[in-house]
T-cell receptor, first 114, second 114 residues
């Protein structure tokens, strides 16, 4: 069955520290991969996406993610976290020809210590 | 260009009452989606509409109906609300460029069923 796993429910990092949020997927087709961020009480904002090509993709707000097919992973990274990055992060997977349907992970909540 | 809009922002219902959640997009997107978000569950697809005049069930359609009124609008109806339908509901639409699609989300409707 198709699935997306975000192993970490909650992560706390210090401001200025680096960040890596993990995402693993199980999907039979060639995946389209996305990271969304949700601030408290807000909707979902697209951070970045991967369709094909260069496996390291750059997004907004200084985030990047790397697609590793051999590990079925699409981890999100940021070199230096800011207090405003505190939010919930969702990884999602879809595929070409899937009528745009996305499967979401359950999310990772990021807290930032001053 | 307002993107994806949802009304109302917040609603309280009593068990057994009915209501319709409204969603509209002004981006000329073909496909639209309804999700519900529950703590620790991520986003789950309720219904989607790949094009005007078509609708299909997602992962959790029970207790809901939808109408794709025209290309812009996609409504979600609860005929007889139950406390289990207390959730945050998100509408999304897809931007599709030659098969490379991305979902864009509305701000959400918070529904409390007593």
């Amino acid at each position: 069955a198709q699935s997306v796993t975000q192993p970490d429910i909650h992560i706390t990092v210090s401001e200025g520290a680096s960040l890596e949020l993990r995402c693993n997927y199980s999907y039979g087709a060639t995946p389209y991969l996305f990271w969304y961020v949700q601030s408290p009480g807000q909707g979902l904002q697209l951070l970045l996406k991967y369709f094909s090509g260069d496996t390291l993709v750059q997004g907004i707000k200084g985030f990047e993610a790397e697609f590793k097919r051999s590990q079925s992973s699409f981890n999100l990274r940021k070199p230096s976290v800011h207090w405003s990055d505190a939010a919930e992060y969702f990884c999602a997977v879809g595929a070409e020809g899937s009528q745009g349907n996305l499967i979401f992970g359950k999310g990772t909540k990021l807290s930032v210590k001053p | 260009n307002a993107g994806v809009t949802q009304t109302p922002k917040f609603q309280v219902l009593k068990t057994g009452q009915s209501m319709t959640l409204q969603c509209a997009q002004d981006m000329n997107h073909n496909s639209m989606y309804w999700y519900r978000q529950d703590p620790g569950m991520g986003l789950r697809l309720i219904y989607y509409s790949a094009s005007e005049g078509t609708t299909d069930k997602g992962e959790v359609p029970n207790g809901y109906n939808v109408s794709r009124l025209n290309k812009r609008e996609f409504s979600l109806r609860l005929e007889s609300a139950a406390p289990s339908q207390t959730s945050v509901y998100f509408c999304a639409s897809i931007k599709d460029r030659a098969g490379l699609w991305t979902q864009y989300f509305g701000p959400g409707t918070r529904l409390l069923v007593l």
